[in-house]
Structures are given as structure tokens and as C-alpha cells.
């Protein structure tokens, strides 16, 4: 019994042992072909991986690199903020005024789904010039469908029955939102705002790059006027190692918690 | 009884809809018309839109890469997500390196990349689109490997030990509604976040009408593309879509 619970042990042991060296590999064989290709082609087209590190190591130094960075996520906080607020007042409305459902999930909906990014994009700089204004401005217009369907998800799926045990203790609205409504709403608000981190980042560079005066976009703009390729490489490396981290080390743990708090 | 609220309930809905343009309109006539035109002149330049063969030429120029860009991220979404099923020291790989830096890669910098990379033209713009689209067609599929009715494919097992027949007809037949939904995805995605690689990379396409109209401060025709865009992507779900899921979905 040991023996075998021992040789399972070591058989799993090896098994994530020979995914992670494999992984590991991997990695290894792309940055290997990654410099071979570096040197068969000029630096403005494939810039080596050395030189982009070299790279990256001033972006993380340089206060004017890391403003941009600052820059982006100011974007893409208010952005989410403000379309959140947004999507879940129009969820909110169309569940406790039933009359407005169809003019929320059949009309303002689809046609906000449907409009495409570079639309609001290019746009918002027609209305509002080339300023934060903008880019927070289109991709807060991105992502309110993205609450409104989640939300409006999360509503749909709260338990009747807790709704109607809870109207026995109490007829008032205030304390039933605060202590049954947003609580069984936690998993759903967790899982809406990390799939509108994701879009965001998605969209903002664009908007950025179209229609903003800072943030990684922009200095993505201006390296690919200058046919500085280095840099766009170190900034797109920056963002994937940022919206990883945060999706990976932060919001998927945080959603994981909450869902296991309050799943029934 | 439900039939009163049901007609309420669409009045409203028609009526959040007029009010909508007549606040459109009423705000346009107080604006320049390169700010926000009315209501009006962009439906004509809409209806002008469709009878004009060089933006009927550049929309199919459009829905042709969108297609061809979904076929092909479905292609490589699921062939990487089967691998990471069934080769196991590929998982990590897939899992832990693949999937993440596709899925966070920014798709303007696809954009640009392939601007620099390649020609303008329908290599670089398809590029760019199925690179946008892989995550999310590899991150449903996976999601449908995942589910696999394990005692089918033992069924299947006790049948047959050819893999390749039991791939065939089992676990093909069985990804089908996760293909569906990835394709759904994908579809809506490339209208609306890829099609940034027309803006860059193409001389035809909606994207290049779009950025032509804005640079030259030509609200109306900007306006009445974007609404063309929501027409064709709705056309394309009602037409295409909708039926191959009500066709597929519970087999």
C-alpha cells in the first residue's frame, strides 16, 4: 500500500517534473529561435532578444517609460469604473423594472455589442480632440456590454427561494440588496471585472495609439514612427507580463476566494 | 395574462429608440456637422453605402478575411488545445506558455508587428486577425476537451482501439457545441476589436474606409460605416451563426 501510494507519488512527481522541463524547453527553444532569426534580419524588423532586455531593463528604470505605464492604467481603471457603474445600472434597471427589460437586453444592448472599438475609437476623437477624455471615453464605451451581460447574468441567477425567504423577514428593499442581493452577486462581480481587465487592455493600446497624449499605446506610436521596433517589443513584453501577473497572481486567486466563499 | 406586459414592454423598447434619435437629432442640429451629423443624412449615406460598389467590394473584402481568420484560428486553437489534451508533457507548454502571452498580447501591437512585418495587404490583416482570435477559440475548446463524457470515449474504447476512429466519432462529434460557441466568440471579437488590422496593414477593407473617412473629418460617411458594420455583424449572426448552432447545438 505504501509502496504504491509512494511509486504514484513519484510517477505524479515525475509527470509535473517532465511538464515543467518541457515547459522550460520550450521557452528556451523559442528564445534560441527568437536570436537566430534576430540575426538573419535588420534589428527594425526582429530586434534580438538582448537588445529588447536591455530594453525592458531601462523601461523599469526610466520615470518617463514607467509615467506611460502609470498613464495606461489610469485609462484602463477609470474606464472600468465608470462602465461598470454603467452596465450594472442598466442590469439593476432592467431587473427591478421589468418593463425596461426588452428595451435594455433587445435595443441598448446589441447595439452597444455590435459597435466595434475602433468606431468608438476614432469617434470619441471627433468629439473630444486627442486627450485622456478619449481613450478613457472608448473603451468605457467597450466594455459596458461586457457588465451589462454579466451582471444581468448574475441577477438572473440568484436563488429565488433565498429572495423569498428573505421577503418573509423583511418587505424593504435597502436591506435586501445589501444583505442578499450583492452578496449572491459577489462571484459574478469578480468574474465580470476580470474579463473587463482583459478586454480593456485589448482596447485601450488602441485607443491610445489613435487618439491619446500618453500612456503605452502612445509611446508605442511614437517608437513605430521612429522605427524604433526595440521598444514596441519591450512595451507589448511589459503589457503581457502586467495583465498575466495581475489576471494570474491577483484577480484569480481574489475571484477564487469569493466564489468559494459564497457559492451555496 | 403576459400578453399585455410583453406589448408594454416593446412599446418601450421602440420607445427608448425614438427617443434615442430624437436626442440625435435635436444635438446635431445645434453641432457642426463634422462633430455629429443628424439622423438623417447618415441613413441616406447608409442607404447610398449599399448601392455603392467600391464599399460593397471593400465589405466583402472585409467579411472574407474575417471568415477565412476564424477558420484558421479554429484550426490552430483546437489543434493546440488537443495537443495540450493529448500529449501530456505538452500541457505546460500549452498551458502555462502558449496560452498566456496569446491571450495578454495586446492586438494593436499584432497590428503594428505585421504593419512592419509584411505588406499591406490580405496576408498581413489575416495575420494579425487570427493571432486576436487563437486564445479565445483555444480557451473554449480546451474547455470542451476538458468536459469530454469520459465513459463515451471508454465505450468507444471497448469498441474500437483505433484512436483515430474513436477521435472521429466520438470527440469530434462531442467539441462541436464548444466550437460553436467559440465561433460565436471569435465572430463578434473580429468585428469589433480585430478589425484594427484594416487600420494599419490594408488598402481595402470597412477598417481602411473608417480611418479614410475619419482623416478626412467626413462624419456622416464615418458614421453611416460604422452603423453598416453593426448591419453586417448582425446579418452575419442571424444568417450564419444562429442557424449552424440551432442545427449543431444538441446533438
Known amino acids: 500500500m505504501a509502496v504504491t501510494g509512494a511509486a504514484l507519488a513519484h510517477a505524479r512527481w515525475r509527470g509535473i517534473g517532465s511538464q515543467r522541463l518541457a515547459a522550460h524547453l520550450f521557452t528556451a527553444a523559442f528564445l534560441a529561435l527568437w536570436e537566430a532569426a534576430s540575426l538573419f534580419t535588420p534589428s527594425y524588423l526582429i530586434p534580438g532578444p538582448v537588445l529588447v532586455a536591455t530594453r525592458l531593463a531601462i523601461f523599469v528604470t526610466s520615470w518617463r517609460d514607467l509615467g506611460h505605464l502609470g498613464a495606461s492604467l489610469f485609462h484602463v481603471a477609470s474606464a472600468i469604473a465608470i462602465s461598470f457603474a454603467m452596465g450594472s445600472l442598466l442590469a439593476f434597471a432592467a431587473y427591478y423594472a421589468p418593463l425596461l427589460r426588452f428595451a435594455i437586453e433587445r435595443r441598448i444592448g446589441p447595439v452597444l455589442n455590435s459597435f466595434s472599438a475602433i468606431g468608438w475609437t476614432l469617434l470619441s476623437i471627433m468629439w473630444f480632440g486627442v486627450t485622456p477624455v478619449t481613450v478613457i471615453f472608448a473603451i468605457s464605451a467597450v466594455l459596458v456590454p461586457f457588465a451589462l451581460v454579466n451582471m444581468s447574468a448574475g441577477l438572473g441567477n440568484i436563488d429565488r427561494e433565498i429572495i423569498e425567504m428573505a421577503q418573509s423577514f423583511t418587505r424593504r428593499r435597502v436591506p435586501m440588496l445589501a444583505l442578499v442581493i450583492l452578496p449572491s452577486l459577489y462571484p459574478f462581480i469578480f468574474a465580470t471585472l476580470r474579463i473587463m481587465f482583459g478586454v480593456s487592455w485589448k482596447v485601450t493600446l488602441t485607443a491610445e495609439l489613435f487618439g491619446g497624449n500618453a500612456g503605452l499605446g502612445y509611446m508605442i506610436n511614437l517608437a513605430r514612427q521612429e522605427f524604433d521596433t526595440t521598444t514596441i517589443f519591450a512595451a507589448i513584453i511589459i503589457i503581457i507580463a502586467f495583465v498575466h501577473g495581475m489576471d494570474h497572481y491577483v484577480l484569480g486567486p481574489m475571484q477564487a476566494k469569493v466564489s468559494r466563499h459564497y457559492a451555496s | ?251
Open chain 2, 1 to 251: 395574462m403576459s400578453f399585455a406586459p410583453v406589448r408594454a414592454e416593446r412599446l418601450i423598447g421602440e420607445g427608448v429608440v425614438a427617443i434615442a434619435l430624437v436626442a440625435w437629432w435635436a444635438s446635431a442640429r445645434r453641432l457642426p456637422e463634422f462633430i455629429l451629423p443628424g439622423p438623417l443624412p447618415v441613413l441616406r449615406r447608409l442607404i447610398e453605402l449599399w448601392l455603392n460598389p467600391e464599399f460593397l467590394w471593400n465589405a466583402f473584402a472585409s467579411t472574407w478575411r474575417v471568415l477565412v481568420s476564424i477558420a484558421l484560428a479554429l484550426l490552430i486553437g483546437g489543434a493546440l488545445a488537443i495537443l495540450a489534451h493529448g500529449v501530456p508533457s505538452m500541457t505546460a507548454v500549452v498551458d502555462a506558455r502558449i496560452k498566456p502571452v496569446l491571450n495578454s498580447f495586446p492586438s494593436i501591437g499584432w497590428a503594428i508587428l505585421a504593419a512592419i512585418w509584411f505588406e499591406p495587404g490580405d496576408f498581413g490583416v489575416i495575420f494579425v486577425e487570427v493571432a486576436i482570435l487563437i486564445p479565445f477559440c483555444l480557451i473554449n475548446l480546451a474547455e470542451g476537451l476538458r468536459n469530454l463524457d469520459r465513459e463515451l470515449i471508454e465505450m468507444g474504447r471497448s469498441f474500437t482501439r483505433a484512436q483515430v476512429r474513436i477521435f472521429w466519432r466520438l470527440t469530434l462529434p462531442l467539441l462541436v457545441p464548444y466550437g460553436l460557441s467559440a465561433t460565436r466568440i471569435a465572430y463578434g471579437v473580429a468585428w469589433k476589436i480585430a478589425l484594427v488590422a484594416e487600420l494599419l496593414g490594408a488598402p481595402t477593407g470597412v477598417g481602411y474606409l473608417m480611418l479614410r473617412a475619419q482623416t478626412a473629418a467626413d462624419s456622416t460617411t464615418f458614421l453611416a460605416i460604422c452603423f453598416a458594420i453593426v448591419l453586417i455583424f448582425m446579418a452575419g449572426e442571424r444568417l450564419v451563426v444562429v442557424p449552424l448552432e440551432r442545427r449543431f447545438a444538441h446533438r
